[in-house]
């Protein structure tokens, strides 16, 4: 594997010199690194930008993908906006809650899973939408989640 | 796990031409149903006269704001009168709520996005090309990257490189001059215009942005030719077909390409199947949650900017979300304002002030603890978000929550009468969670106000 540096040095090709645009694929793959974007993270991706770790650390806890705290080894976003809503999104996320026993935007206890609600995640044909690990399941069911958690064990 | 159904529901198939069921994601797929023939007779055009084309046709943006496409591309300045490069960015940021069809064009038809992306430079002569995709989209991305790489291999990039730059969550990104912002590596804050990004966009550079549909749609207007398509929906100003975003209480759910001109009535009957059940239909959300809701009396208003401007609705980015008499509309006008005051990024406070009181008037509503009063206060808050700030995500906040007050005066009522919400855990609505508290842009606590 390449190191952080130089695979930030790529990203920067993709833009103009002197730009800052490469802040966020750098914030990003440092994520995918790390799990979460820790101090040590934001400094990192600062260092390959030349930028300060504060103005890093600024545009990270704008969006809401950058997890400014730990999260679980998986992450769960159940859609909660209207469309999901008018069909069975809250009944998800109480599967989920009853499940896994917390809260969203609560992990578990032994770090595994985070879950999260989310507004629109664009698959409102096929309500409820549940994003594990960033891919989208579509058409979930409160009945559906034993099975996207077993999913997860293996 | 089913599927999202996209289809042509009626024609002419102009943006999903050729798909028959099979996303045309290969460049030999797409060739076959006649792809890229269009570019390549368009790069033997002067550059001029492929932006005439595009002003003939009358195209009008889909991501909501319907600003005609070719007029906006002649805004841009000709190389030879500017130094700076000229840029294309593509708002691949959908995220307005109701809305999944550009997600369906990079997923079943990207190539098609790709020579809508080349012909729009050739005509600005423009040879850097930003697409932002936002960043909940994985698969879209990939089908979309891959597309492009493809093209690239078999040169029909030529001198152009388009780059897909990944959001990382933030409905604001899909204004453009945030998107610009966040572009550039910052927080994704609107911009006072002017400037507008055809003089100074991405880089200081005249920039011409546009949503994948229409981008997507330029090929199509060369394969009819464009004054076909200025004949084609709902003309002069509603030209063309649109993706058709229907969902919530309906029985078949899906994207469907459809002239300009069709009405809800027949959107929702005869083509999604109508309402599920015994239920009968409360309301639309139509255009996408930024905008007043639609009542039933106006179902058979046709789906064109100037017969829905008529009666007070927009069509936006094509969304038609049909809510069944069992959701309270408070629920439902929580539940948008909500969403706004996650997303307002902050930087103009009637906005930011603005999208969080409404979330506490429609909570007091919903639990009983308002008064008449509290309904005109509502109206007045939205009056004073609308139209003071520098982008229109508060009025996208305070349209469709004055729409539902206003049009559904009685039910407000009812919950002032009852003492709180009259329709109980029948709502499908009802104690619907919003992750306002997660990440949020807004660094005011939310006891602030009241």
Same mark, same amino acid.
């Given at each position: 594997?390449?190191?952080?540096?130089?695979?930030?040095?790529?990203?920067?090709?993709?833009?103009?010199?002197?730009?800052?645009?490469?802040?966020?694929?750098?914030?990003?793959?440092?994520?995918?690194?790390?799990?979460?974007?820790?101090?040590?993270?934001?400094?990192?991706?600062?260092?390959?930008?030349?930028?300060?770790?504060?103005?890093?650390?600024?545009?990270?806890?704008?969006?809401?993908?950058?997890?400014?705290?730990?999260?679980?080894?998986?992450?769960?976003?159940?859609?909660?906006?209207?469309?999901?809503?008018?069909?069975?999104?809250?009944?998800?996320?109480?599967?989920?809650?009853?499940?896994?026993?917390?809260?969203?935007?609560?992990?578990?206890?032994?770090?595994?899973?985070?879950?999260?609600?989310?507004?629109?995640?664009?698959?409102?044909?096929?309500?409820?939408?549940?994003?594990?690990?960033?891919?989208?399941?579509?058409?979930?069911?409160?009945?559906?989640?034993?099975?996207?958690?077993?999913?997860?064990?293996? | 796990?089913?599927?999202?159904?996209?289809?042509?529901?009626?024609?002419?198939?102009?943006?999903?031409?050729?798909?028959?069921?099979?996303?045309?994601?290969?460049?030999?797929?797409?060739?076959?149903?006649?792809?890229?023939?269009?570019?390549?007779?368009?790069?033997?055009?002067?550059?001029?006269?492929?932006?005439?084309?595009?002003?003939?046709?009358?195209?009008?943006?889909?991501?909501?704001?319907?600003?005609?496409?070719?007029?906006?591309?002649?805004?841009?300045?000709?190389?030879?009168?500017?130094?700076?490069?000229?840029?294309?960015?593509?708002?691949?940021?959908?995220?307005?709520?109701?809305?999944?069809?550009?997600?369906?064009?990079?997923?079943?038809?990207?190539?098609?996005?790709?020579?809508?992306?080349?012909?729009?430079?050739?005509?600005?002569?423009?040879?850097?090309?930003?697409?932002?995709?936002?960043?909940?989209?994985?698969?879209?991305?990939?089908?979309?990257?891959?597309?492009?790489?493809?093209?690239?291999?078999?040169?029909?990039?030529?001198?152009?490189?388009?780059?897909?730059?990944?959001?990382?969550?933030?409905?604001?990104?899909?204004?453009?001059?945030?998107?610009?912002?966040?572009?550039?590596?910052?927080?994704?804050?609107?911009?006072? =215009?002017?400037?507008? /990004?055809?003089? !100074?966009?991405?880089?200081?550079?005249?920039? #011409?942005?546009? &949503? $994948? +549909?229409?981008?997507?749609?330029?090929?199509?207007?060369?394969?009819?030719?464009?004054?076909?398509?200025? =004949?084609?929906?709902? /003309?002069?100003? !509603?030209?063309?077909?649109?993706?058709?975003? #229907?969902?919530? &209480? $309906? +029985?078949?759910?899906?994207?469907?390409?459809?002239?300009?001109?069709?009405?809800?009535?027949?959107?929702?009957?005869?083509?999604?199947?109508?309402?599920?059940?015994?239920?009968?239909?409360?309301?639309?959300?139509?255009?996408?949650?930024?905008?007043?809701?639609?009542?039933?009396?106006?179902?058979?208003?046709?789906?064109?900017?100037?017969?829905?401007?008529?009666?007070?609705?927009?069509?936006?980015?094509?969304?038609?979300?049909?809510?069944?008499?069992?959701?309270?509309?408070?629920?439902?006008?929580?539940?948008?304002?909500?969403?706004?005051?996650?997303?307002?990024?902050?930087?103009?406070?009637?906005?930011?002030?603005?999208?969080?009181?409404?979330?506490?008037?429609?909570?007091?509503?919903?639990?009983?603890?308002?008064?008449?009063?509290?309904?005109?206060?509502?109206?007045?808050?939205?009056?004073?978000?609308?139209?003071?700030?520098?982008?229109?995500?508060?009025?996208?906040?305070?349209?469709?929550?004055?729409?539902?007050?206003?049009?559904?005066?009685?039910?407000?009522?009812?919950?002032?009468?009852?003492?709180?919400?009259?329709?109980?855990?029948?709502?499908?609505?009802?104690?619907?969670?919003?992750?306002?508290?997660?990440?949020?842009?807004?660094?005011?606590?939310?006891?602030?106000?009241?």
């Amino acid at each position: 594997m390449s190191s952080f540096y130089d695979e930030v040095q790529e990203l920067r090709l993709r833009y103009p010199e002197g730009t800052r645009s490469a802040v966020l694929p750098a914030l990003r793959l440092a994520q995918e690194r790390r799990g979460w974007l820790s101090r040590e993270a934001i400094e990192e991706v600062a260092d390959a930008l030349e930028l300060t770790p504060a103005y890093c650390y600024s545009v990270a806890s704008f969006y809401d993908m950058f997890h400014l705290e730990p999260v679980g080894r998986h992450t769960i976003d159940v859609c909660t906006n209207v469309c999901c809503g008018l069909v069975n999104a809250q009944a998800v996320l109480d599967a989920f809650e009853r499940e896994l026993g917390v809260r969203p935007g609560e992990t578990t206890d032994d770090g595994e899973i985070t879950l999260r609600a989310v507004e629109c995640l664009g698959g409102c044909s096929t309500p409820t939408i549940v994003a594990v690990d960033h891919v989208y399941r579509q058409s979930m069911t409160p009945e559906d989640v034993p099975a996207i958690l077993e999913g997860l064990g293996e | 796990m089913s599927e999202t159904v996209v289809r042509v529901a009626e024609g002419p198939a102009l943006v999903l031409a050729g798909y028959e069921g099979e996303p045309l994601r290969s460049l030999g797929s797409y060739r076959a149903v006649g792809g890229y023939v269009q570019l390549e007779q368009a790069r033997t055009r002067d550059p001029q006269a492929v932006i005439q084309d595009l002003i003939e046709s009358n195209l009008r943006g889909r991501g909501g704001a319907f600003f005609p496409t070719g007029r906006k591309a002649s805004f841009i300045p000709t190389p030879d009168k500017i130094a700076n490069p000229i840029y294309i960015t593509v708002n691949a940021d959908e995220s307005e709520p109701g809305t999944f069809k550009d997600r369906e064009i990079m997923l079943k038809v990207p190539h098609r996005l790709v020579e809508g992306c080349l012909i729009a430079a050739h005509a600005i002569q423009s040879k850097r090309i930003y697409i932002y995709i936002r960043g909940e989209y994985l698969e879209e991305f990939e089908s979309l990257q891959g597309a492009i790489d493809e093209a690239r291999g078999a040169g029909i990039l030529a001198e152009v490189e388009i780059v897909v730059h990944r959001g990382a969550g933030a409905y604001i990104c899909g204004e453009e001059t945030a998107l610009l912002e966040s572009l550039e590596g910052k927080r994704g804050q609107p911009r006072s =215009k002017p400037p507008f /990004p055809a003089v !100074s966009g991405v880089y200081a550079s005249p920039t #011409l942005i546009n &949503n $994948v +549909e229409s981008i997507a749609t330029i090929p199509a207007i060369f394969a009819v030719g464009p004054e076909e398509f200025a =004949k084609i929906g709902a /003309p002069p100003d !509603s030209t063309g077909t649109r993706l058709f975003c #229907l969902s919530g &209480n $309906v +029985e078949r759910p899906g994207v469907y390409e459809a002239p300009h001109g069709i009405t809800p009535r027949h959107l929702i009957y005869d083509i999604g199947g109508g309402v599920p059940g015994a239920h009968t239909l409360k309301a639309v959300m139509m255009g996408g949650s930024s905008f007043p809701v639609m009542t039933p009396d106006d179902l058979d208003t046709p789906l064109d900017a100037d017969s829905l401007g008529k009666k007070g609705y927009f069509i936006g980015s094509g969304v038609v979300t049909v809510i069944d008499e069992r959701t309270c509309i408070v629920q439902f006008a929580l539940r948008v304002a909500q969403f706004y005051m996650h997303e307002s990024c902050g930087k103009c406070t009637p906005c930011r002030v603005g999208t969080r009181w409404l979330v506490q008037l429609m909570r007091a509503v919903e639990d009983g603890t308002a008064t008449e009063a509290d309904l005109d206060l509502t109206l007045d808050v939205c009056d004073r978000i609308i139209g003071k700030c520098l982008c229109v995500l508060g009025d996208s906040a305070a349209m469709p929550v004055a729409s539902c007050v206003t049009k559904f005066r009685d039910e407000f009522r009812e919950h002032l009468a009852h003492g709180g919400c009259p329709f109980g855990a029948d709502s499908q609505l009802a104690g619907l969670f919003a992750p306002v508290d997660q990440h949020s842009h807004t660094p005011v606590a939310q006891e602030a106000l009241v």
